[in-house]
Nanobody, 124 residues
């Protein structure tokens, strides 16, 4: 039973990346999924949440209009599409299955299961 995050890499400012979060051993369809990130020397922060009904909640204003989340239940996978990347987006990104089906309004909910991180580096 695990979550596998992938898709990170090195990209130039203005570029795009799509991160994937694939579940094995359980069905992700009925969980909200949160994406977090942790930059060097900073605390981990919630970025975005997608509910089981595909409603999106942003936890960081600076990613609105640039990032979005989606899910493919047939693949048991949630995606984080990141466009117009900025050097400030450099961080290790984590996905996490929520204990609930819906996203909280102002901060991520209780995490049921963490995925491992994937490094995103944006060069200027």
């Amino acid at each position: 039973v695990q979550l596998q995050a992938s898709g990170g890499g090195l990209v130039k400012a203005g570029g795009s990346l799509r991160l994937s979060c694939t579940a094995s051993g359980f069905t992700l369809e009925y969980n909200a999924v949160n994406w977090f990130r942790q930059a060097p020397g900073k605390e981990r922060e919630g970025v975005i949440c997608i509910s089981s009904e595909d409603d999106i909640t942003y936890y960081i204003d600076s990613v609105k209009g640039r990032f979005t989340a989606s899910r493919d239940n047939a693949k048991n996978t949630v995606y984080l599409q990141m466009n117009s990347l900025e050097p400030e987006d450099t961080a290790v990104y984590y996905c996490a299955a929520d204990t609930d089906r819906t996203c909280y309004d102002s901060e991520p909910g209780v995490v049921a299961r963490w995925g491992q991180g994937t490094q995103v580096t944006v060069s200027s």
